[in-house]
């Protein structure tokens, strides 16, 4: 919600991060998109594993 600027203007978030960086990137200001890209990725993909090695030792159907 941040990014589309409906958030709270003064908590730090990743939305934020992601807008002042797309300004930024035009003037050639590229590691702070990497960051924040960087960052959700590795996020998102620790929570897919977390993820999916719950449910192989809590599936009874996987054993």
């Known amino acids: ?3 589309l600027g409906l958030g709270e203007a003064t908590r730090p978030s990743w939305g934020a991060m992601i807008n002042d960086a ?7 200001v590229w590691w702070q998109m990497a960051a924040a890209t960087v960052a959700i990725f590795f996020i ?4 897919n594993i977390f ?6 030792s ?6």
């Open 51 to 56: 993820g999916d090695a719950l449910r192989d």
């Open 1 to 3: 919600m941040s990014f």
């Open 22 to 28: 797309r300004i930024e990137l035009s003037r050639g």
């Open 58 to 63: 809590l599936d009874p159907k996987l054993r």
């Open 44 to 47: 998102s993909l620790t929570l």
